[in-house]
């Protein structure tokens, strides 16, 4: 079955700079990628995703970048905020297989003002 | 609770009892999902459906069983056969539509064994 990986676990930076989160896959069936965001005691909300029909998807400060032949895609935020702190988790999946996602074990971003 | 409720928010089960978690949603969505999250951990899937009538097994799956004779509606139930029960539980929805396939999650049921 589909394995994820995502590093760091832990990432702290300071307001105003970029946090780069990085993921792996395993499967080259999947073709779906989203990444959700979990604050403290809330469910995880998506937040962006890409298809692997695409190398690079962007929302005003959040872009994702996929790179289908070496398995891994990224999570860009820019000019952060507090309010960016949280739980980050990647996730893979394939529209065929029920739709079921394989998630990474999260990187809890901190973001010092 | 915008479009897919879990109650209870917060549940105590005494060793050996079943216990079951509800899921509903409003969306129209065709598949439902049922993940488990530990602290450091990602969410570990335990049982999905795609369609009414019919669920399938997740990584997961032992000590736990579910039903779907609704599709609003997919229950979860944490057996006495789940030897270590606590945990955060997330029920998700998606559709099978074209465009968007993310997840539309719950806000969460917080399981403690007492």
């Known amino acids: 079955g589909e394995n994820v990986e995502q590093h760091p676990s832990t990432l702290s930076v300071q307001e105003g700079d970029s946090a780069v989160i990085k993921c792996t896959y395993s499967d080259s069936a999947s073709n779906y990628f989203p990444w959700y965001k979990q604050e403290l005691g809330k469910r995880p909300q998506l937040i962006i995703d890409i298809r692997s029909n695409v190398g690079e998807k962007k929302d005003q400060r959040i872009a994702v970048t996929l790179n289908k032949t070496a398995k891994h895609f990224s999570l860009h935020i820019t000019e952060t905020q507090p309010e960016d702190s949280a739980v980050y988790f990647c996730?893979?999946?394939?529209?065929?297989?029920?739709?079921?996602?394989?998630f990474g074990d999260g990187t809890t971003l901190t973001v010092k003002p | 609770d915008g479009g897919i409720t879990q109650s209870p928010k917060y549940l105590f089960r005494k060793e050996g009892q079943n216990v079951t978690l509800s899921c509903e949603q409003n969306l129209n969505h065709d598949a439902m999902y049922w993940y488990r999250q530990d602290p450091g951990q990602g969410l570990r899937l335990i049982y999905y459906?795609?369609?009414?009538?019919?669920?399938q097994k997740g990584d997961i799956a032992e000590g736990y069983s579910v039903s779907r004779e609704k599709k609003e509606s997919f229950p979860l139930t944490v057996t006495s056969a789940q030897k270590n029960p606590t945990a955060f539980y997330l029920c998700a929805s998606r559709t099978f539509g074209q465009g968007n396939y993310g997840y539309t999650f719950g806000s969460g049921t917080r399981l403690t064994v007492v």
């Open positions: 996730a893979a999946s394939y529209n065929t297989n029920a739709g079921k996602s394989t």
């Open positions: 459906s795609q369609i009414v009538n019919d669920f």
